[in-house]
């Protein structure tokens, strides 16, 4: 009778203890293991979405940039007569001059002007992405720059239209040739646009363009409060057999 009873027996408190114990534990490593993946899964998610702004505000920069000084049917047109000269912040412009900007050392940085002229069958893009769809020639003055935390453009003198988000600053730096001894539209020097003069305006070969970016996880320790991406633009119009 006694050893049925023994048999019968449940499990102590101790037993019952240390297995709730045990429980705990893995239930704690789980959920550990369950906040790290959804921690790196919204890390990821917001360092696609910069990449994405980035490679977004650059390809519209790029697209724009390198049309710089463009004129339909050369042949019957001119490039003073595409791009006149005109008045841009109080600054006057001369007729043919393709590029324009200005400078600011900080936030929101600089800002960038870029002219050409496009006809109706051409697939050039203007900065809020349209195209010429008017049946004639229309001259476009694309001017980017930031402004509250995003890439702007105005458009022929337009309110700023807002593209994309995230950023802090724009930093433009001008591609030009100051060594007019050879012969050549390759580039020896790099200025910010209050140091371009008259003639460097009309000898700009590329610009260099950086955006740089709030770091979506700067709240996280180690990380940078901003992220910065850099590119050079060769201007279509100054490439070539020259370069």
């Known amino acids: 009778m006694s050893t049925r009873r023994r048999q ?116 050039i893009i203007n900065c809020i992405g349209g195209t010429n769809i008017s049946g004639g020639n229309i001259a ?16 022929n003198g337009a309110p700023a239209a807002n593209l994309i988000g995230g950023l802090q600053r724009l930093d433009v730096r001008y591609g030009v040739k100051r060594n007019l001894a050879v012969d050549d539209n390759n580039v020896d020097t790099y200025l910010q646009a209050n140091q371009m003069t008259a003639a460097d305006w009309s000898n700009v070969s590329s610009v260099k363009v950086r955006l740089t970016f709030t770091n979506p996880l700067a709240s996280q320790a180690g990380q940078p409060a901003t992220i910065r991406f850099t590119r050079v633009i060769a201007v279509m119009s100054r490439a070539g057999v020259k370069t």
């Not at 390809?59 to 049917?73: E, H, N, S």
């Not at 929101?108 to 050409?116: A, E, H, I, K, Q």
């Not at 720059?145 to 105005?154: A, E, F, I, K």
């Open 8 to 123: 019968q027996r449940g499990f102590s408190l101790i037993e019952l203890s240390i297995a709730i114990a045990i429980a705990l534990f893995l239930m704690a490593g789980l959920l550990v293991i369950l906040q790290n993946v959804r921690r790196a899964q919204t890390n990821q998610t917001l360092l696609a979405q910069l990449h994405d702004n980035q490679r977004l505000a650059m390809t519209l920069i790029t697209d724009v940039v390198q049309a710089a000084g463009y004129f339909p049917d050369p042949t019957t047109n001119t490039l003073t007569a595409a791009l006149p000269a005109i008045t841009i912040a109080g600054t006057n412009v001369a007729a043919g001059q393709a590029l324009f900007g200005t400078y600011n050392s900080a936030d929101p940085g600089d800002t960038v002007t870029v002219r050409f002229t496009t006809a109706s069958s051409d697939t």
């Open 140 to 155: 476009y003055l694309n001017t980017f720059g930031v402004s509250g935390g995003q890439l702007t453009c105005s458009l």
